[in-house]
């Protein structure tokens, strides 16, 4: 019927007449009954096709319409181990103004789920590394029992279930920061909580409660031996969460250098449009995959994103040939070129995506050292004690700090309620590499600096 063959549609009506007379229904009858059917198989089938997918179609609009952060939970429960839809699906939340939470050993479920807020729990089954098994079993524990730390966890749940690699999943994305002081220390005890484990393996044997003493102190700090873990920095924190969430989760490498390039791209990707023709952007390199085309020549297919969107693009032979040094993914680079839509990811996506034709690639450093004439320290956070702090370390850099600079270091500070920018002096003159510009933030903290 579907195929609508018209002699096998020939045969089986003798069939069917055949058959109805059998069970006593008159030819006539039967006749009238399979016209029904052959008419159905020249225009019906698919008319029954259309009729279900509209209202499979009126469906969904409805419960993304009235009832959104379900929707987008229930959408995202069903790509749990395809974390590029997810983090495609992530950002069409933020889109319709939808907050989805970090994962949190203390409310996540399996999968994705909205709470009272109407915030949308993040699914532990969507943290690379993170067994079934080991989430289920957490689950199961948590049914009856809270978390007060780590340790605690520790001594509740069976956590060489998981393994070393589960916990360190956990800890990567977050899902322990409401047990610990920061994320630093979390990764720190990972180790000790193992250790721990095996001790409270064999204190459910029947050895003494290890937990005892520390329970009748109420003023112990499991984290005591910790507090002097350094900080883990920015990067690190993000290349963490890309390690466990296969994407940047709480920001974006390319968003926590905006006030260094944002003179450097023409829009960032989430700013492109089909009226756009040709840009400027600065992306962090994902993927890069070289082939030769037809001719035995080699190019190259790449994808990059900014914390707005992602992008593919295509790489020449000459452009090949000119920048493939600088081809290494998780670096922050400059593409230029003629863009377009991507039709095929478009329609994976179901949002409009857009590929380049990269005509040049730069890095930060090189586009910092010829283009930069100044560098802006923002220290009007910063009590004047501790701004005359810094710039006593400031002066105290090594020589090479300070050589053959070609860019003015301005201060931004508070006086008397208003803001005032400081020149200083010649002497301190740098080239603004990417190792300087992270020593200056060093000195006055993350977001600090801007290039001009």
């Given at each position: 019927?579907?195929?609508?063959?018209?002699?096998?549609?020939?045969?089986?009506?003798?069939?069917?007449?055949?058959?109805?007379?059998?069970?006593?229904?008159?030819?006539?009858?039967?006749?009238?009954?399979?016209?029904?059917?052959?008419?159905f198989a020249g225009y019906g089938f698919n008319?029954?096709?259309?009729?279900?997918?509209?209202?499979?179609?009126?469906?969904?609009?409805?419960?993304?319409?009235?009832?959104?952060?379900?929707?987008?939970?229930?959408?995202?429960?069903?790509?749990?181990?395809?974390?590029?839809?997810?983090?495609?699906?992530?950002?069409?939340?933020?889109?319709?103004?939808?907050?989805?939470?970090?994962?949190?050993?203390?409310?996540?479920n399996k999968y994705f789920n909205v709470n009272k807020n109407l915030d949308i729990?993040?699914?532990?089954?969507?943290?690379?590394?993170l067994a079934d098994s080991f989430i289920e079993h957490v689950l199961d524990v948590r049914q009856n029992k809270s978390f007060k730390d780590l340790f605690d966890f520790t001594k509740k749940v069976n956590v060489h279930l998981g393994g070393k690699r589960s916990?360190?999943?956990?800890?990567?994305?977050?899902?322990?920061?409401?047990?610990?002081?920061?994320r630093s220390i979390a990764l720190a005890c990972v180790d000790d909580m193992l250790r721990e484990g095996q001790k409270n393996s064999a204190q459910m044997e029947g050895t003494t409660d290890l937990f005892a003493s520390i329970e009748e102190n109420l003023n112990f700090d499991p984290y005591a031996k910790y507090v002097n873990t350094k900080e883990l920095s920015n990067e690190e924190l993000l290349n963490n969460e890309r390690d466990a969430l296969g994407f940047y989760f709480s920001g974006h490498p390319v968003i926590a250098i905006e006030r260094i390039i944002s003179n450097m791209r023409s829009h960032s990707i989430g700013e492109i449009n089909d009226e756009l023709k040709r840009v400027r952007i600065v992306g962090l390199l994902n993927s890069y995959r070289q082939i030769k085309d037809r001719s035995r020549k080699q190019v190259a297919f790449i994808s990059f994103d900014d914390g707005t969107g992602s992008m593919e693009g295509v790489v020449n032979t000459g452009v090949l040939e000119r920048h493939h040094l600088l081809l290494k993914t998780n670096s922050i680079l400059i593409f230029s070129g003629s863009v377009e839509l991507d039709d095929y990811r478009s329609k994976e996506l179901n949002r409009r995506m857009y590929k380049m034709k990269v005509a040049t690639i730069s890095s930060i450093e090189s586009q910092m050292t010829q283009e930069s004439r100044a560098i802006i320290i923002d220290a009007r956070n910063l009590s004047n004690e501790s701004?005359?702090?810094?710039?006593?370390?400031?002066?105290?850099?090594?020589?090479?700090?300070?050589?053959?600079?070609?860019?003015?270091?301005?201060?931004k500070i508070l006086h008397q309620e208003s803001e005032a920018i400081i020149e200083l002096g010649d002497e301190f003159m740098l080239i603004p590499s990417n190792e300087n510009i992270k020593l200056l933030q060093g000195l006055f903290g993350d977001g600090s600096i801007t290039i001009n």
């Open positions: 019927m579907g195929k609508k063959k018209v002699e096998e549609m020939e045969q089986q009506r003798q069939i069917f007449v055949d058959g109805c007379a059998n069970k006593e229904i008159r030819k006539v009858t039967a006749e009238k009954i399979f016209d029904l059917i052959e008419k008319k029954s096709h259309s009729a279900a997918y509209a209202m499979l179609s009126y469906q969904t609009a409805y419960l993304k319409t009235y009832y959104p952060e379900h929707f987008m939970a229930a959408v995202l429960s069903t790509e749990l181990s395809n974390t590029d839809k997810i983090n495609t699906l992530i950002s069409e939340c933020k889109e319709l103004k939808i907050n989805v939470l970090q994962p949190n050993i203390k409310t996540s729990e993040y699914g532990l089954g969507a943290i690379k590394g916990i360190e999943a956990l800890t990567k994305a977050g899902a322990f920061d409401e047990l610990t002081p920061s701004i005359q702090a810094s710039m006593r370390d400031l002066r105290n850099l090594n020589g090479d700090f300070w050589q053959h600079g070609n860019c003015k270091v301005h201060l």
